[in-house]
């Protein structure tokens, strides 16, 4: 039988505050990882195979 999953505990204080932020303002990535991301993710996808 499975474990159960614990709640996930809720941000409070500066953490709260911290995590806002950051959601807020995510960090940018250069248009040369963003396009080492996508040949990656199109490599992945073509090697895939799934049963449906």
Do not use: C, H, Q
């Not at 996930?8 to 960090?27: Q, S, W």
């Amino acid at each position: 039988m499975a474990t159960p999953i614990r709640p996930t505990p809720v941000l409070t204080g500066k953490d709260a505050r911290r995590f806002a932020k950051e959601i807020e303002n995510p960090k940018k990535i250069s248009s040369e990882r963003r396009a080492e991301m996508i040949k990656n993710y199109e490599f992945l996808k073509s090697i895939a195979t799934f049963a449906l």
